[in-house]
């Protein structure tokens, strides 16, 4: 048998180093929630997935048919290290045995390549670990057509773990995210634009173990909103979607309205996030939830001074975490680009900028103090009344009450629509006799334009949430009426 026959794939999911490091109770503590976290999504991707917790492992066996989702979400979850692909063999306690079952599942990776055999092993044996290397590399020399052993720079190296009776070929080692597991480090509250700041700043506390909410204040305008919620929702489901989270938007037009009716224009900026941060420390509170976090980076813009910052945080008693306050942009945008927000961020409608002429740079505490007695508060507290929560996993069924859904088309036999693939980097969709666009959603609301207006547009993605939203975005920004959704029935 050779590994391409095989109908289950085995994962080894090996800790971050300083969950590893942690006293006795702590790292219990964290092995179980990285194991109920890994349970939790591999729950939803079929219930024929089994789990085994180990001191310092998990492993995972799922059916080849979800192998690709299977380790993908294992590599994406907060804690994880290191995932391993592991073929394991059972029953096997001599040399013997070993080698002969190492080379039939690998004797084929090592043809007319060099070759090297690393061996960990632990229980008891009669032997040591350089014995299996050397016993399984001299069998496989002799037994394929290879270039040799080669101790350093091999271009094949067969790593075996040998645990008791039981064997493992790691065949694939993967790098995980790190990180500590979600559910270990209490709750945020994410104030969220959905630029490269905040986006970032979000996925940084997530993969630290903290569970992320969302919170947005909507400056005029339902394409920033559905922008928000689309990139709100990707970064949850790809890194944080073992546990429930909430988006909070909080209608703030007319909070804009009064700091331009009360407010000095230099003041202005600092007001706005100060009325931010004030509704987002309430709305927290409500929440029972302590720190609240923004993308803001010293100097990036005029409101992000020391000075400014200090004037900021003065309204809240609430922990307010920074995450990339020293981080230089180029740095942060290299992280979008890693965890692939960065299209979301470039196209992302900008509303703050209204209220940023000629700022302050290094404000005044009695001046602040001034400025904020003219703010009627009562336009806040209607805000915060105002403001509507939202499971994320839940976002889309609530953004159709608000705005109306587009109609989702399961079916498409006998109709003449096109159906456009908006996903990222995936090969297009294909159907016989049905004309398919691939147009990456970053792309779309430039491409759109330039297709012909009287055809009929279904958008297509995974789940059909994003091409819900994208779709959303292009009818109440553009004004199309041509474009639905298609999500073809589960087989
Ligand atoms: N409309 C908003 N809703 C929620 N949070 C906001 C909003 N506008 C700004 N913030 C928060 O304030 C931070 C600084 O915002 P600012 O507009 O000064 O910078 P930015 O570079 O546009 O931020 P980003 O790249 O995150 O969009 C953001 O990172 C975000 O945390």
């Known amino acids: 048998m050779d590994k391409t026959q095989l109908k289950t794939q085995k994962f080894i999911v090996k800790f971050f180093p300083e969950v590893m490091i942690k006293g006795t109770k702590a790292k219990r503590q964290m092995i179980n929630q990285i194991y109920n976290n890994i349970k939790s999504l591999m729950d939803k991707i079929s219930e024929d997935i089994t789990i085994k917790k180990f001191f310092d492992k998990v492993e995972v066996v799922c059916a080849i048919e979800v192998v690709d989702e299977v380790r993908q979400k294992l590599i994406q979850t907060p804690g994880v290290e290191l995932v391993l692909e592991a073929i394991q063999i059972d029953n096997v306690s001599t040399l013997d045995e070993i080698k002969v079952k190492v080379n039939e599942f690998m004797g084929g990776e090592i043809e007319g390549k060099t070759f090297v055999v690393r061996a960990k092993r632990s ?73 490269f700041d905040s986006t970032v700043a979000s996925y940084l506390t997530m993969k630290r173990g903290v569970k992320t909410h969302f919170i947005f204040f909507n400056l005029g305008g339902v394409a920033h909103e559905i922008g928000v919620k689309q990139v709100a929702y990707y970064l949850w489901n790809k890194f944080g979607s073992s546990h429930r989270v909430s988006f909070i938007s909080v209608p703030f037009e007319d909070v804009v309205t009064e700091i331009f009716r009360s407010t000095n224009e230099s003041y202005m900026g600092v007001t706005l996030k100060r009325l931010m941060f004030m509704a987002a420390s309430k709305i927290a509170d409500n929440m029972k939830i302590d720190a609240i976090m923004t993308g803001e980076s010293i100097a990036q813009v005029s409101s992000q001074t020391l000075r400014n910052l200090a004037l900021i945080d003065q309204v809240t008693k609430k922990l307010v975490l920074r995450p990339l306050c020293t981080m230089n942009k180029p740095e942060i945008i290299d992280i979008a680009e890693n965890i692939g927000t960065r299209r979301f961020a470039e196209t992302m409608p900008e509303y703050c900028g209204v209220i ?92 759109f334009k330039k297709l012909p207006l009287e055809k009929e547009y279904l958008l297509y993605c995974d789940k059909g949430i994003l091409s819900q939203l994208h779709g959303q975005y292009l009818r109440d920004s553009e004004n199309y009426t041509n474009i639905k959704v298609y999500r073809p029935k589960e087989k």
């Open 123 to 195: 229980g008891t044996h009669e032997f040591k670990s350089t014995n299996i290397e050397q016993t399984v590399g001299g069998y496989m020399l002799a037994n394929n057509d290879t270039k040799g052993v080669k101790l350093k720079d091999a271009e094949v190296t067969i790593n075996l773990e040998l645990i008791e009776k039981q064997l493992n070929i790691i065949t694939y080692r993967h790098k995980g995210l790190g990180g500590f597991p979600i559910g270990t480090q209490g709750s945020i509250l994410s104030l969220m634009s959905g630029g």
């Open 356 to 447: 940023s002429k000629n700022p302050v740079t290094h404000g005044s505490f009695d001046k602040m103090e001034q400025e904020a007695k003219k703010f009627d508060y009562s336009v806040l507290d209607k805000a915060i009344e105002n403001s509507k929560e939202t499971y994320v996993d839940k976002m889309v069924d609530n953004i159709n009450d608000e705005v109306g859904q587009l109609e989702v088309v399961n079916d498409i036999a006998g109709k003449n629509y096109t159906i456009i693939d908006i996903r990222q980097g995936q090969n297009c969709l294909e159907i016989a006799d049905v004309e398919i666009l691939k147009i990456p959603f970053y792309n779309l609301k430039k491409e």
